[in-house]
Each structure stands twice: as structure tokens, then as C-alpha cells.
């Protein structure tokens, strides 16, 4: 939200409407919605449970759509974009981390990191060596065989993060990253992030309970009553 005038954000979000609707009942967790965030810059969403944060964190990752608004990335309208478009989009631009790792299972560390490049069409050959200097990063060199079930909960949260970062984006999207580990490993977890981001020039926006990892952030939005405000920084 740093922007000075004239240069474009990152990523903006427009004008952004949701409503869920379940029998009679309709709720409005998107109202004219609007948001941007600068390159490298990180910032926490925050928020009373079901204010809506994920919602909010799909639609920006163009995982879900808003029923109005208008998503910019660099400047560019994803709005037109098809669903071919937006995923090669969210390939090359996205990283994402949530609270469960969604590794594959039957896959070792390395080959879910390399996992992202795979299937943009790059060959094993070329992915293994980003791969492995990201295991290495996560600190997870002596794991990269192993295959997911081996690894500890921490371990493989931070194998999602390798693998969220191996293709380079530009903007990180973390749903509750530390939500499902003990406090040693949910830290250990949010440091690699703040210092991988910081290190990268990535962008990050990350959902987050936690004020504590909220508040080590550049920025704090609180969602609620369907609209983000920033909170003014402690
Ligand atoms: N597909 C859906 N259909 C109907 N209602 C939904 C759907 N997805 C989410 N909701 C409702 O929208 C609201 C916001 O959900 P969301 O998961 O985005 O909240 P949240 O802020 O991330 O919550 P939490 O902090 O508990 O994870 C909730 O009341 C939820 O029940």
C-alpha cells in the first residue's frame, strides 16, 4: 500500500464483491472491496473467524472468483483471463502455502518441490538444482528423499514453502501457514518466510491468527464488515 504516485502496484484488487448464499440466507463477506500491495512488500489479513480471510485469499490467489471487481497484476487485468490463462498465471506469478501442506504424499521432498516446474513443462534435469538450493534454504538438505509421510509436521510445512517459492513468483499467498504447528515449528516456519520473502524481493500476504506474526509484518489489514482497513502500525 506504499505506492507512490505513479508507480504501479504489484497487485491490486478493485471494487471486489462475495456473497455466499445458503437457502434464504445470503452473506456478504466481499463489499467493495479494495487492495494493493507493492513488490516485497508483506502484509498481514487478520480477523475474526468466518470474516471471511480465505475467501478473500482465494479470490486474490484466482482460485475463486468475486461475483463483481477487478483483479490488476502489474497493471494487467486478470479479469479476462480464461481458466487455461489463470493457471499458468498462478504457476509463474503465485506461490502458495495453507495450513495443511496438500504435498503429495507418495512423492519424496524433491519431487514435490520440483513438482511446480514439472508441470509448466520445464524437465527434472533443470528443476533439481532450484530444489534442492530450497530444500537447503528450509534447512531440509538431509530430507530431501524422504517421502512426505516421513517428514515431521514442521518439515513438511516447509516443504510446501520450498515448493511455493521453486518457480520464482512474485507475490507469496499463506492461508494460516502456521496454523496446524506447535509454536517452536509455526516460528521456525515464519521466519524462513519473513527471511526467504526478504531475501527473494517477494511479496507476501498472509492470513494469520496470530498477532504476534501479524505485527512482524510491514503491514496489518483487518477484514471485517466485508471491507479491509489497515491498521495503523504499532
Ligand atoms: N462455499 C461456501 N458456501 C457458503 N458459505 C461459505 C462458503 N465458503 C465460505 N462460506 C462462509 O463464508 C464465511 C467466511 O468463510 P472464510 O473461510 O473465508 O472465513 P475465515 O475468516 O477464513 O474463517 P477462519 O478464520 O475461521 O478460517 C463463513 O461464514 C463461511 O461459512
Redesign the pocket.
Known amino acids: 500500500m506504499n505506492s507512490s504516485p505513479g508507480n504501479t502496484p504489484l497487485f491490486t484488487a478493485r471494487n471486489l464483491c462475495k456473497s ?3 437457502g434464504t440466507t445470503t ?1 456478504q ?1 466481499l463489499n467493495e472491496l479494495d487492495f494493493s500491495i507493492d513488490k516485497g512488500e508483506m502484509v498481514a489479513v487478520v ?12 479470490i486474490l490467489g484466482t482460485l475463486d472468483t468475486p461475483d463483481t471487481g477487478e483483479l490488476l497484476f502489474e497493471g494487467d487485468t486478470l479479469t479476462s483471463k480464461n481458466d487455461g490463462e489463470l493457471s499458468k498465471f498462478r504457476n509463474k506469478s503465485l506461490g502458495f502455502i495453507f495450513q495443511f501442506h496438500h504435498l503429495l504424499p507418495e512423492f519424496s521432498a524433491i519431487e514435490n518441490v520440483m513438482m511446480p516446474g514439472l508441470i509448466a513443462g520445464k524437465k527434472k534435469d533443470e528443476m533439481e538444482e532450484p530444489a534442492r538450493k530450497l530444500l537447503e534454504q528450509v534447512e531440509l538438505s538431509h530430507r530431501t528423499e524422504h517421502r512426505v509421510n516421513e517428514l515431521s509436521g514442521g518439515e513438511q510445512q516447509r516443504t510446501a514453502l520450498a515448493r511455493a517459492l521453486v518457480m520464482k513468483p512474485a507475490l507469496l499467498l499463506a ?2 501457514p502456521t496454523g496446524n504447528l506447535d509454536v517452536k515449528s509455526g516460528n521456525i516456519v515464519f521466519e524462513l518466510i519473513k527471511s526467504l520473502c526478504r531475501d527473494l524481493g517477494l511479496a507476501a500476504i498472509m ?1 494469520t ?1 496470530n498477532q504476534e506474526l501479524a505485527r512482524q509484518m510491514d503491514s496489518i489489514f483487518i ?1 471485517e464488515n466485508a471491507v479491509l482497513t489497515q491498521q495503523s502500525h504499532p
Open positions: 455466499f448464499h445458503s452473506i463477506i480477523g475474526a473467524s468466518g470474516s471471511g480471510k480465505t475467501t478473500l485469499l482465494q492461508d494460516e492470513v491468527h477484514l
